[in-house]
């Protein structure tokens, strides 16, 4: 069945000669326009390419091609994606500020993704998403060990199976078992410039040591909370004026943006995992 | 004569499909290696290409190869560098921070590039100058019209016959007809953030205008002395409480980083100028 | 009548010796504490003071003994305000973002100022206005002169006297007759670094500069749409590869950004406007 | 004796009511101007201020009288500094960057400090300091125990009896028997947006994790080499295509700029030290 609108090649494996002459040449032959073709190779010789063309073809005989051409394919890996909206899911706790951007921007149609739908382990966002027609599912750890608690959140979103759960401030800890079934496909908000104040209350620590910037973190979940690969950052000033109060409501617009940035590049398949890294091309 | 060392293909021209994959398939038939490969299709239909590869090979060969390899080569140019360092000349009037930074660098090998001289139309920078052995000019404009002041000033630079100009903090105005002989050759840095501000005294302009961001602007010298293809840029966060002065003070911090990113850019065959846009690959 | 809350007294004129002393003096004597205290005098005299303090007092004594207990009290103005929330009308055009920043901000009590009401030449924003239960006037500019179409926005404004208009992305320029009726009351947001690329399509105008970096601008309005003493402007870095509209969609989070800044600097009573500058203390 | 020029008194203790009253009183009472005044109270209730006034007066009996007119001055400290140069040692070790801009803006006097020698623990950078005409001593730390090699500075150091240490890229940790010498008197900048990266190399650290954005903290040493109370810091964006090495050629223009930007503020006496943390006025 062919395709007829904009696609993407998503390419990576060892690096040698000839790789970008060998996969131009099967989307010439094709007849195919690459509209952007980015790569890189990394200081250890892994290549990452990201090809967004235009035109009609058989993805099944391209991707064909495209294995069989190479003098050696050994490690390589190509994914081949239509250019469209991902499906996902927010998880928030108590705060607004990154929910109601996401929000924002969706209801105007401007976060390459459809919303599926919201859940908290507070029900205190539910006014502010049910504005928006999106069903919010309230679902508590009260009286719940960590592992039922995750299993009744698994229950809820096995109803949506989102592409990508985004974390928009969600302040629980979550298991590996859990992140295990989304793997790099859980992207959190940290509200520090990461790997500076780890853990609980970074604008206390950062207020505590004096700090002159605060920024935020927008990565990967895999194993932790605060590890991962960062996709995005970004920092804001502050002096010694500013309490720690007044450091997290700075810290919030910075957290909002650098989130909306991230995303945006992940849902345009923009990011490649490499190890603890995140290549964005 | 094979070369042995890096080297930077460099091709513009009218978009068609298929220009990566010919122009790779060159470099792979002689069995080059590319280490950087950027492209860019500007929205009016432009290709731009640095690839940035090593190997051994003859240059006229391989220039005739591409040439000769593309199905419709009208209108495409290839230029072909080794990667080196440039010979350049320093023009100056009166001020040392941009000067100071471009010396230091160059003293630590770190500038991509070899001073021939520094030419002034004061003699105030001489002292600074003469501490790196570099020989320094002084070729006032006392007494001299316009047009003598920039024959005395090319015939100076007919002993060097450097690559490129740097105009760091060089503040007098050039006639098209000095520009015309080092077309897109001439890096100027003007201490605004372009085209905000542009003429005499822009800090000035910036206290009189109450603005909180000041900035600098490093770019090619085409016409006249604010216009030209941007290379760099980049703005520091001022206040009421900044006089003119102290606005001054802190933009010369931001000129001299931002001319020495933009020369780093420039150095390394990154910049291509297409019509009053530099695209930097 | 005595006021029990915390309180901001702005005081500016010539700059003589004792000023803050005398000031100070009579707070002491009331047995007020002040919180903050930040002063500035203009390079041509002019002093500057916000003085934050609790405590409680009778203003119209507080305000008699100030004025009486200067040396010299010629020119100097006192203000008198208590800590509290402005009460503001948001106008607004086609474009949601920073209206929907200012709504969610408002949803949350973040914006320390009350949105009493929506006024828009266009009616594409109402769905997301009555999301929040806020009022939302619909004024058309069609079939109407531009005195009016401004003189029925008054008529409209006139329902709610609001202390400040926030032009939210409102794309008409207005009169100066219609400015005459809020001096000094009335923010607008720019989109762009001003004074850069004043007048329309400003992000057309950046990107045929080929600049690198794109900013807003957050304004007084006093004579013109582009004029007026400068708040707040921030900035974000672009390339070539930026379109217009790709750095109209990133100039959008810092326009946002920048107006939510302006907005909170205002409504906390610290920007005094001084001929077209803005000191923020 | 009376001084004539400029001067900058410190205050800070417990804060109480009237402080500002009383000292402004003493300054108006002695027909001294007040030129800048600025104050901060922390969170627990300290007072610092910061008042930078003009005219003819007697230090002790002005010193006196502020300690007698406030109603408690127990934990109150006053120091009464003119406004002036500092002098200064600076400390490196084989990078040129910090030390090379340090040594630009002292030849041009723009340091607002005397550099009376540098220190270096290697002979390489003993060409650069030549140029300029400062004592450079180089004492190796070879051979010698950290003792033995601090007991080498501290003897050449009391040649110079220099107010302040600079640390522009001294490499060695120093003991708490060292520091304990210079107390809120050596500053250094540390290669790294602290407290990420604490440690060695931290742009290979940088790389490993990822990160965005890079920065440079220039801080007080107190008790070991990445700690003290932070004066300034700032940052600069970088991708994945950034090596270790990239990062710290990168870094490097942040790390100078940022240590003379702190260097400024602590030598026109604009900085308070309050356990770990630092207050600039």
Same mark, same amino acid.
Do not use: W
């Given at each position: 069945?062919?395709? %007829?609108?904009?696609?993407?090649?998503? *390419?990576?494996?060892?690096?040698?000669?000839?790789?970008?002459?060998?996969?131009?040449?099967?989307?010439?032959?094709?007849?195919?326009?690459?509209?952007?073709?980015?790569?890189?190779?990394?200081?250890?010789?892994?290549?990452?390419?990201? !090809?967004?063309?235009?035109?009609?073809?058989?993805?099944?005989?391209?991707? /064909?091609?495209?294995?069989?051409?190479?003098?050696? %394919?050994?490690?390589?890996?190509?994914?081949?994606?239509?250019?469209?909206?991902?499906?996902?899911?927010? *998880?928030?706790?108590?705060?607004?500020?990154?929910?109601?951007?996401?929000?924002?921007?969706?209801?105007?149609?401007?976060?390459?993704?459809?919303?599926?739908?919201?859940?908290?382990?507070?029900?205190?966002?539910?006014?502010?998403?049910?504005?928006?027609?999106?069903?919010?599912?309230?679902?508590?750890?009260?009286?719940?060990?960590?592992?039922?608690?995750?299993? %009744?959140?698994?229950? /809820?979103?096995?109803?949506?199976?989102?592409?990508?759960?985004?974390?928009?401030?969600? *302040?629980?800890?979550?298991?590996?078992?859990?992140?295990?079934?989304?793997?790099?496909?859980?992207?959190?908000?940290?509200?520090?410039?990461?790997? %500076?104040?780890?853990?609980?209350?970074?604008?206390?620590?950062?207020?505590?040591?004096?700090?002159?910037?605060?920024?935020? /973190?927008?990565?990967?979940?895999?194993?932790?909370?605060?590890?991962?690969?960062?996709?995005?950052?970004?920092?804001?000033?502050?002096?010694?004026?500013? !309490?720690?109060?007044?450091?997290? /409501?700075?810290?919030?617009?910075?957290?909002?943006?650098?989130?909306?940035?991230?995303?945006?590049?992940?849902?345009?398949?923009?990011?490649?995992?490499?190890?603890?890294?995140?290549?964005?091309?």
């Amino acid at each position: 069945m062919p395709d %007829a609108t904009k696609h993407i090649l998503l *390419m990576d494996g060892p690096d040698s000669k000839g790789l970008i002459y060998h996969v131009t040449g099967v989307l010439y032959r094709h007849n195919l326009n690459i509209i952007h073709n980015d790569e890189y190779v990394s200081p250890s010789g892994h290549f990452f390419m990201r !090809t967004e063309f235009e035109g009609t073809f058989e993805s099944d005989a391209l991707l /064909t091609e495209l294995n069989s051409t190479l003098p050696n %394919a050994e490690g390589i890996t190509f994914r081949l994606n239509p250019k469209r909206k991902k499906n996902i899911v927010v *998880m928030v706790t108590k705060e607004h500020h990154c929910l109601g951007e996401l929000l924002i921007r969706y209801a105007f149609d401007e976060l390459d993704a459809d919303i599926l739908a919201v859940v908290s382990n507070y029900n205190v966002l539910q006014p502010l998403v049910s504005k928006f027609g999106i069903p919010f599912h309230y679902v508590s750890h009260e009286g719940r060990s960590r592992e039922e608690h995750e299993e %009744a959140i698994l229950r /809820t979103l096995a109803i949506y199976e989102p592409e990508y759960l985004v974390l928009a401030k969600y *302040m629980r800890v979550l298991t590996p078992d859990f992140v295990n079934n989304f793997p790099n496909r859980i992207v959190n908000i940290h509200h520090s410039f990461l790997p %500076a104040f780890v853990g609980a209350n970074p604008y206390r620590q950062a207020y505590e040591r004096g700090v002159k910037i605060i920024g935020a /973190t927008a990565h990967f979940v895999n194993n932790d909370l605060d590890e991962g690969p960062i996709i995005a950052q970004n920092v804001q000033e502050v002096d010694h004026r500013h !309490t720690a109060a007044d450091m997290a /409501t700075k810290g919030k617009d910075v957290e909002k943006i650098v989130l909306s940035q991230a995303l945006k590049l992940v849902f345009s398949d923009r990011v490649f995992i490499s190890g603890n890294r995140a290549i964005v091309l």
